[in-house]
């Protein structure tokens, strides 16, 4: 089936340095998701993309939109409060298709 | 952020009980999902309804996974005969359809533990 690919898996930062995270697609897709999941389990939506780039505070996200096959998280400047695992979730289709994630990126930054 | 609302938060049953959680998506997202996330942190699609119509559900689901979405009521995902294997963390999500940001927002989930 379609996947996600996800990279790196693991990733340790001091506090004000910069990373990217990157998601590769095996087929061309539509949108994608980035989320943070804390902790507790909770999935918090960072940002939604069709095409472009979007840009909250010290983090940006952009979207291929020429061959729709990748996607990029950049977080700069990175704070403790910043750890957790990143999942990106794409997909294919219209609002009632299923999202494919990836297999997420465990981040740590460290004082 | 999410206003979509899981319960109950942890849930425990033995093997071969019966383990149902419910959803309330947020107000006004016609399409709903569910996903289970496993202790690997893989995602594996459940389900997925446009108001209280299956769009689409994976084999799992249709065998011993029952899940509604009934008008005026929570979202429902129940497993008929709980096995070991489905201990894992069950998230509900929703979204709306057919505007130009679709953003899924999820539940804080159900974490199932089948002893």
């Known amino acids: 089936g379609d996947q996600v690919e996800q990279s790196p898996s693991a990733l340790s930062l001091h506090e004000g340095t910069d990373s990217a995270l990157r998601c590769n697609f095996t087929?061309?897709?539509?949108?994608v998701q980035w989320f943070r999941q804390n902790s507790r389990g909770s999935l918090i939506s960072l940002f939604y993309?069709?095409?472009?780039t979007k840009e909250n505070g010290r983090l940006k996200s952009a979207f291929d939109s020429k061959e729709r096959r990748y996607s990029t998280l950049h977080i700069r400047d990175a704070q403790l409060e910043d750890s957790g695992t990143y999942f990106c979730a794409a997909e294919k289709n219209n609002a009632g298709a299923k999202l494919t994630f990836g297999g997420g990126t465990r981040l740590t930054v460290r004082p | 952020n999410s206003k979509v609302i899981q319960t109950p938060r942890y849930l425990v049953k033995g093997q071969g009980q019966k383990a149902k959680m419910r959803c309330i998506p947020e107000?006004?997202?016609?399409?709903v999902f569910w996903y289970q996330q496993n202790k690997n942190n893989e995602f594996k699609f459940l389900i997925n309804f446009q108001n209280q119509e299956v769009l689409q559900q994976i084999d799992m689901t249709e065998k011993r996974f029952s899940a509604e979405c009934p008008s005026n009521s929570p979202c429902s995902l129940e497993i008929q005969s709980s096995e070991a294997g489905d201990s894992a963390l069950y998230l509900c999500a929703s979204r709306d359809w057919g505007s130009s940001q679709n953003t899924l927002y999820f539940g804080a989930g159900t974490r199932l533990s089948v002893l």
């Open positions: 087929t061309t897709m539509r949108s």
């Open positions: 993309l069709a095409s472009g």
């Open positions: 107000k006004g997202h016609p399409v």
